[in-house]
């Protein structure tokens, strides 16, 4: 019938004096312009626009300005996951003969990728600890034109001397890239120390529920940005609007979830390091780190939502520990809105042999906490429960 409205059209939106009050999700992979002259002027910048949504979409926009306030910089970018976020700033603006300096205790991916693919590009790297100045610097080398760190190690919680190493790369122009997904800029704002790019896991505690993947890029440098952002885009790097959309729900209560987190975590190590079988404890604002007073001075009281552990009895008291606590996930990731535990020599640091495990002080017995935010009382509860559990050979 020629009067039936097509259904292969879209349907106009419907008019509305109000607006949502909260974000909408925008699928859309494509954006119609009225007329060549205007998707002209969207292309050099003259007009603002979406075009395609791998090269940016509002979700994308809303979720990056976000992110990038709470960084303090302007002209961030959201990506698929923090490990595009990693690929972009090492492979997107490294060159074949340039070499990479990584702190010696990063993301298990980002070492991989170090270790193994930017070799295959040309592109050389080495480690070395970052608590220690004078080892940077030995390990730096006249081609050093990135260093990767992160502010607080996994799974021991060290602290980098980020102070000293900024100064050691200024003062040869090398550029300082900070992995910010374990302190936020909650616990510190890389930029303020003079960091020229900071990236972000999204999907840990900043997203917060452990149901959306996303990394976050920012550099302070237009020049890099426009470099990380071509590379992304044409890596195909999208991030789903739909997680975006999550991940920016997720920031409303960050500041709320964060400062809990923290909170219960200072406690919980605190508890810990009573309960008989447990040999160490290890979190930042502790007296017995070992990084305790760079801790102090860097972060102050924030010693963040990671703790870590180690009880007596090795795999088998692990095996009866884990078993011993069935309402804490054990599972491999961290920032959860629920306290997650997870076990580095069965999982991030399985790679690495017996020996170079033990010269991180990583064992069978050894623990990662990622605390979340239930009621504390039930936390400490549920840990000394599992504890004892894990101490008797039952
Ligand atoms: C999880 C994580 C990454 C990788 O992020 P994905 O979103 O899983 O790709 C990078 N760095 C750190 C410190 C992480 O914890």
Known sequence: ????????????????????????????????????????????????????????????????????????????????????????????LMRAGDHVLGGDQLYGRSLRMMRDDLPRLGIRTSFADPTDCAAVEAALQPETRLILLEVVSNPTLRVADLSGIMRLAKARGILVAIDNTFTTPRGLRPFDLGADIVLHSVTKILAGHSDATLG??????????????????????????????????????????????????????????????????????????????????????????MVSFEIEGGRAAANRLTRAAPNIPFAPTLGDVATTLSHPASSSHRGLTPEARAALGISEGFFRVSVGVEDIALLCREFETAIVQSQSDA
């Open 216 to 305: 976050y890029v920012a550099a302070r440098e237009p020049e890099l940005r426009r470099a990380i952002y071509d590379f992304a885009v044409t890596t195909g790097m999208t991030p789903s609007p739909f997680d975006c959309w999550l991940a920016e729900r997720g920031l409303y209560t960050f500041e709320l979830r964060y400062d809990r987190a923290e909170a219960n975590a200072a406690t919980l190590a605190a508890h810990l390091a009573t309960l008989p079988g447990v040999r160490r404890v290890l979190y930042p604002t502790r007296t017995d780190h070992p990084d305790h007073n760079r801790a102090a001075a860097m972060l102050g009281a924030r010693g963040g939502h």
């Open 1 to 92: 019938m020629d009067d039936m409205p097509s259904l292969i059209r879209r349907t106009p939106w419907p008019e509305s004096a109000s607006r949502p009050v909260v974000t909408p999700i925008q699928p859309s992979v494509v954006y119609a312009s009225p007329d060549p002259d205007t998707l002209d002027a969207q292309y050099t910048g003259a007009l603002s626009g979406y075009t395609y949504a791998r090269e940016g979409h509002p979700n994308a926009t809303v979720l990056a300005q976000k992110i990038d306030g709470m960084e303090g910089v302007a002209g961030g970018m959201v990506l698929a996951s923090g490990m595009a976020a990693v690929s972009a700033v090492l492979i997107g």
